[in-house]
Nanobody, 128 residues
Framework: QVQLVESGGGLVQPGGSLRLSCAAS????????IGWFRQAPGKQREGVSC????????YYADSVKGRFTIFRDNAKNEVYLQMNNLKPEDTGVYYC?????????????????????WGQGTQVTVSS
């Protein structure tokens, strides 16, 4: 059974940092694209970052470039999103998702509809 579980969200002040984790079970992340998405209240879900090892692609939305880093621990079958210099506009529910290799994570976008499995989400709130 494929399952993705996010953790690491919380309340942080502007300028602070958080590290989100996405733990996978039921499949090996090595062969799949993994994406991080977020959804703020009243807004559509948007792609934040993604990693496609097979295609050697890492993508970041312009709004997070230079502040967020996606990386994997293949031994643990986990993917992380290190978020630094957080801003109030980063507030939202963050989701990780997986897509078949070759889909989902592209050089200039992370295509939401390509992702097959989703975690339950973790809340990130950036506020003073």
């Amino acid at each position: 059974q494929v399952q993705l579980v996010e953790s690491g969200g919380g309340l942080v002040q502007p300028g602070g940092s958080l590290r989100l984790s996405c733990a996978a079970s039921g499949f090996s992340m090595d062969y799949y694209a993994i994406g991080w998405f977020r959804q703020a209240p009243g807004k559509q879900r948007e792609g934040v970052s993604c990693s496609n090892i097979m295609a050697r692609i890492t993508y970041y939305a312009d709004s997070v470039k230079g502040r967020f880093t996606i990386f994997r621990d293949n031994a643990k079958n986990e993917v992380y999103l290190q978020m630094n210099n957080l801003k109030p506009e980063d507030t939202g529910v963050y989701y990780c998702a997986s897509a078949d290799s070759g889909y989902g994570c592209y050089e200039h976008t992370s295509k939401l509809d390509d992702y097959d499995y989703w975690g339950q989400g973790t809340q990130v709130t950036v506020s003073s």
